[in-house]
């Protein structure tokens, strides 16, 4: 089976542009997560989902970072408009319902803006 | 707040040599603790995890046991590869009615020489 798949895998862009992160999780898997990674703060989760709900978003650092489940199995996480300090490795992740905490991870999405 | 503290890297090896890597928590209740290995370049991996007190985590040769009493769960392997260079991340649930919620520690960055 695949894992969970994320696009693109990397990213550069300027400060003030529109970025669109793309996950699909593991099929069958009820929960999906989304981190960020950087040296200063390691790794944060920004949101989570249950069943395509929004179930914890406290995590998400300003009204410029917005998440979206519309299906099983597609996640956008959206940055508008981007800053410098945004720049970090983002991870998708997902988990089955019987065991939410077994997390299976993607393989990130190294952003730079510039 | 529920928190995991980990010793600080990076750790360097001789093949073959034993490894520990040191992990404390704080948590209100009876949290599931978890460690997860992230590869270069790649997502985090679950390695093992230990759902209650006293219960020994194992998987490829890395063992982990849950103490209440001192709140640990440490990391060990009687014989490291230069496979097994890693950043090593303790994690434990974050039970504030989050269910699926991680709380991670910082990482802690393994070099194994041949």
């Known amino acids: 089976d695949a894992g969970v798949i994320q696009s693109p895998r990397h990213e550069v862009t300027e400060m003030g542009q529109e970025v669109t992160l793309r996950c699909k999780p593991i099929?069958?898997?009820?929960?999906l997560f989304w981190y960020r990674q950087t040296m200063m703060r390691g790794l944060e989760l920004l949101i989570y989902?249950?069943?395509?709900?929004?179930?914890?978003d406290s995590g998400m650092p300003e009204d410029r970072f917005s998440a979206k489940m519309p299906n099983a199995s597609f996640s956008t996480l959206k940055i508008q408009p981007s800053e410098p300090r945004d720049s970090a490795v983002y991870f998708c992740a997902s988990s089955p319902e019987a065991a939410p905490e077994t997390q299976y991870f993607g393989p990130g999405t190294r952003l730079l803006v510039l | 707040g529920n928190s995991v503290t980990q010793m600080e890297g990076p750790v360097t090896l001789s093949e073959e040599a034993f490894l520990t890597i040191n992990c404390t928590y704080t948590a209100t209740g009876y949290p599931s603790l978890f460690w997860y290995v992230q590869y270069p370049g790649e997502g985090l991996q679950l390695l093992l995890k230990a759902t209650k007190a006293d219960d020994k985590g194992s998987n490829k040769g890395f063992e982990a046991t849950y103490r209440k009493e001192t709140t640990s769960f440490h990391l060990e392997k009687g014989s490291v590869q230069v496979s097994d260079s890693a950043v090593y991340f303790c994690?434990?649930?974050?039970?504030?009615?989050?269910?699926?919620?991680?709380?991670f520690g910082k990482g802690t960055k393994l070099s194994v020489k041949p």
């Open positions: 994690a434990l649930s974050d039970q504030r009615g989050s269910q699926g919620n991680l709380i």
């Open positions: 099929s069958g898997h009820d929960y």
């Open positions: 989902f249950n069943n395509n709900v929004p179930i914890d």
